[in-house]
């Protein structure tokens, strides 16, 4: 009998430690736009996920891995509607094999970041992969439009603080976004409508595609410039947002490492 209180106060008391340690955890989590996220001090590796202002200017970005049906209809809905200033994060070997849609998007003036070599999952990467394939893109990415990237979405929007770091060596700011059109679910035009002129607000950064998988964002873009357009937002890239000072959600939204963090207070 004694033993059996004895080993069940072992277990309650690692509950309550663990309990305690995720308690601690929690309180450095906020969530804030359907994004979790973890705070990073001033001197860390951080992503951008919206900038701070008083001005109503919106980033509209898009993200381009692979096709070559999409684009171009994104790009004319952009000229039809007078928008100059967007922003879009290509694949290295994309903009290889679509030298023509690469330079459309330079000569429209529209800025363009690296969304990275292959498409995996960075964070599942080593250090060296990582550099590799950030460092692949923009050699890739800088001779084909004649100026070098500094701004860098991951695929899939997947990274962890090494990733971070090892971008900001390479002279990258990693970028986010804090509103998500889902636009790559296909979830009807009027739906990614109202998920983008619901969640809008100054200083955000959008996230569309236009490679070959979506196929209503061209159809939603005109409302959506015309929406924003009358709540009287201005279509800026993301390098102006960043320009206007502080940024929000700069947090590195490493879970793995929270989660690691618990298990470790915790014994487990």
């Known amino acids: 009998m004694n033993s059996f209180y004895v080993f069940n ?35 860390n590796p951080s992503a951008i996920y919206s900038v701070s202002t008083d001005k109503k200017q919106i980033a509209l970005t898009f993200d381009i891995s692979w096709g070559e049906k999409r684009a171009e209809p994104i790009l004319q809905v952009l000229k039809d509607n007078g928008v100059q200033k967007a922003t879009f994060f290509l694949s290295a070997p994309w903009s290889k094999t679509h030298p023509d849609i690469v330079n459309a998007i330079k000569e429209s003036g529209y800025e363009i970041g690296s969304h990275g070599f292959k498409h995996d999952n960075y964070s599942t990467l080593t250090d060296e992969e990582i550099r590799k394939q950030i460092s692949s893109a923009h050699d890739i990415l800088t001779a084909m439009t004649g100026q070098e990237p500094n701004l ?117």
């Open 9 to 43: 106060g072992r277990k309650i008391k690692r509950f309550f430690f663990v309990l305690a340690a995720a308690v601690f955890a929690i309180g450095v989590i906020y969530v804030e736009s359907d994004n979790i996220s973890v705070f990073s001090e001033n001197n």
């Open 152 to 268: 860098i979405r991951m695929p899939n929007g997947d990274f962890d603080k090494r990733v971070l770091s090892i971008a900001q060596s390479l002279n990258y700011t990693v970028i986010q976004w804090d509103t998500d059109s889902r636009d790559w679910k296909n979830i009807g035009v009027e739906k990614i409508v109202d998920r983008v002129i619901s969640k809008a607000h100054p200083g955000d950064i959008v996230l569309m595609h236009a490679s070959d998988s979506v196929k209503q964002t061209h159809e939603a873009l005109p409302q959506i410039i015309e929406e924003l357009r009358n709540q009287g937002y201005e279509f800026v890239t993301v390098t102006d947002l960043l320009q206007q000072g502080t940024t929000n959600g700069t947090e590195v939204r490493d879970q793995a490492l929270l989660q690691k963090s618990i298990e470790d207070a915790g014994g487990l």
